[in-house]
Structures are given as C-alpha cells and as structure tokens.
C-alpha cells in the first residue's frame, strides 16, 4: 500500500470513529469501534473495519444503523478530508475481537483443567522428599 493510501485510511479511521460517536444520533448504534479501514489504490472505495460490543442482536441492529447513517458518515468524511473524491464506504465487521475472545476463554478453560492435576502433582512431589 502506498504511503499517501495509508495516510488517508488512517485519517478516515479517526474521522469516522468520531462522526460515529459523536454525530450519528440513532440510538441503535451500540458501542462501536472503527478497527481498520482499507482504501483501494484509485480511493474510489473504503473498506471499514468495525467492531461492536453486545450480543448478536445488538450487533445486527448496529450494523444495520450503520448502513443506514453511511451515506451521512461518507458526506462528513468528505467535509473533513478534502479528496477529489471521497470514496465509497463498505461497512464490515471485525470478528478478530470475538475470535480472540474465545481463543482466551478456551486457553482458561485448559488451564482451569490442568490446574488441579498440577498442585496434585506438587504435592506428590512433595511427599516423595
């Protein structure tokens, strides 16, 4: 990726996180983090990365206000950063966060597991000396 390409997602990932915060009014949109956006090398186009707190419910609703706001987040986006042309928003949820959540939450698991036999094993150690 070019450097003035990735300039211009990063600049478009601060923008957009905040017009979402602080300018979409529809009380649909949970908790909502712009994680990654992608812009294509002609920035006709702008992949944006989100992630949503809350259940599957909320997370549809969220994404399904974030559809509907998107023409109004790409009409500020163009306010903020001057482009000759502002690219088209594609809205796609990050599931990196939820994988690594239950990545930590199966690595708890083994561990609560394997525990016991560990302080059993300590302790036959012990008993040995």
Do not use: C, W
């Not at 990063?10 to 992608?38: H, N, Y």
């Amino acid at each position: 990726m070019k450097v003035r390409t990735e300039r211009i997602a990063l600049q478009m990932q601060k923008e957009i996180s905040e017009i979402i915060q602080t300018q979409v009014k529809d009380p649909r949109v949970g908790f909502v983090t712009v994680t990654a956006v992608e812009v294509s090398s002609d920035h006709t186009h702008a992949k944006v990365f989100v992630s949503i707190l809350g259940n599957e419910e909320e997370r549809v609703r969220s994404m399904q206000a974030l559809e509907r706001a998107k023409g109004f987040i790409r009409t500020e986006v163009g306010r903020r950063i001057r482009l000759r042309v502002t690219p088209e928003l594609h809205l796609k949820r990050d599931e990196s966060m939820d994988y690594s959540s239950r990545i930590g939450k199966v690595l708890q698991e083994i561990a609560a597991r394997e525990e016991p036999n560990v302080l059993d094993s300590a302790k036959e150690n012990e008993e040995d000396v």
